[in-house]
């Protein structure tokens, strides 16, 4: 994840020599830290992506899908999916949020996936609610040595050959236990949340020898409505997220038209100023896009990066809150 955004000369080229390197480790037994967790730049409308705690947030139910396509013109470059349904449940006279989410990541010949299930208990406060939210699940991360090419804009450089017995091998996978934590607050006018995944720092031991393992992950988020009004509305957020070892900090404004239209502008720490655009089609389906415009060297190899979110609302027949604290967000 953080890696890839703060690598400005990451290209075809070094595509191949990361590809090389990946092949020696599997041949020599040598442990990979893995740092390509999935981040999305319109994650103010998914925060379930990064934190347990806010499922069943809206006290409705939720299915969200998006999909990124990072550094449009680069081969191999990252490819993210990502699917969650989340809701509100009331049990033993107390509320509690469920959900599930499917995450797959594609950085050219690895690719990782992450099956998990939330749970979050819900906390009425004077001021808000709180949610304490639990994610356990799996994750599995392959190499597929068939996707390997030793070519660079179509040519066969001095460096690698397609005879060279490191690209011999063969596609394997390796899966983990995973597990985080999160907690998420949200009032009327603002929201702050704190989450780590990767709690256990998951390790995927290969066939070949080779052991990936995920650093912990921690996210810090928050957003505040700055004006609120039927006709015109302003939010400001700011999201840190860290695996200990890099660090990626963002910043953006939202404009909320008419609570029909949502248009913002965000800059990413040394990466990217990104521009989105939000439409509610209905009171129950939302459409969001998002364009990132590195601000780098890396500028002139790359067109940017795109982004998509659906998400449709929908209700179910179970008992609800009295007391309903709507998001600040753009669902």
């Not at 607050?185 to 989450?195: I, T």
């Not at 896009?289 to 002139?300: E, G, H, S």
């Amino acid at each position: 994840m953080i890696h890839r955004k703060k690598n400005a000369r990451f290209g075809a080229l070094n595509s191949v020599i990361l590809l090389f390197f990946v092949l020696i480790c599997n041949m020599t037994g040598t442990v990979l830290w893995a740092q390509n967790d999935i981040t999305m730049s319109q994650c103010t409308a998914i925060p379930s992506l990064l934190n347990p705690g806010s499922a069943g947030r809206t006290g409705t139910y939720q299915a969200v899908g998006a999909f990124r396509k990072q550094w449009v013109g680069i081969k191999g470059a990252p490819q993210t999916s990502f699917l969650n349904v989340n809701g509100e449940v009331a049990f033993l006279k107390n509320f509690h949020g469920i959900g599930a989410i499917v995450t797959h990541d594609a950085e050219g010949a690895l690719t990782t996936m992450n099956i998990a299930a939330d749970y979050s208990y819900h906390i009425e406060l004077d001021k808000g609610m709180l949610g304490l939210g639990l994610r356990v699940g799996v994750l599995n991360t392959a190499f597929n040595a068939s996707d390997l090419s030793t070519t660079v804009d179509g040519l066969e450089d001095d460096y690698h050959q397609s005879s060279d017995p490191l690209l011999q091998g063969s596609d394997e996978s390796a899966t983990a236990f995973d597990a985080g934590f999160g907690a998420f607050f949200q009032s009327s006018k603002s929201y702050l949340g704190f989450s780590i995944l990767h709690l256990t720092a998951p390790k995927m031991e290969m066939n070949s020898g080779a052991t990936i393992k995920r650093r912990p992950l921690m996210d810090l988020c928050a957003g505040r409505k700055l004006r609120e009004s039927t006709t015109l509305g302003f939010e400001a957020r700011a999201n840190l997220l860290t695996d200990f070892s890099s660090t990626e900090i963002d910043v953006a404004l939202l404009a909320n038209l008419k609570s029909k239209v949502t248009v913002g502008v965000g800059y990413r720490l040394q990466d990217a100023v990104f521009f989105q655009v939000g439409a509610n089609l209905s009171s129950a389906l939302f459409v969001g896009y998002d364009y990132d415009l590195c601000v780098t060297d890396f500028r002139t190899r790359t067109s940017g990066s795109h982004e998509i979110v659906l998400a449709y609302t929908f209700s179910v027949d179970v008992e609800r809150r009295t007391k309903r604290y709507k998001s600040v967000r753009i669902l």
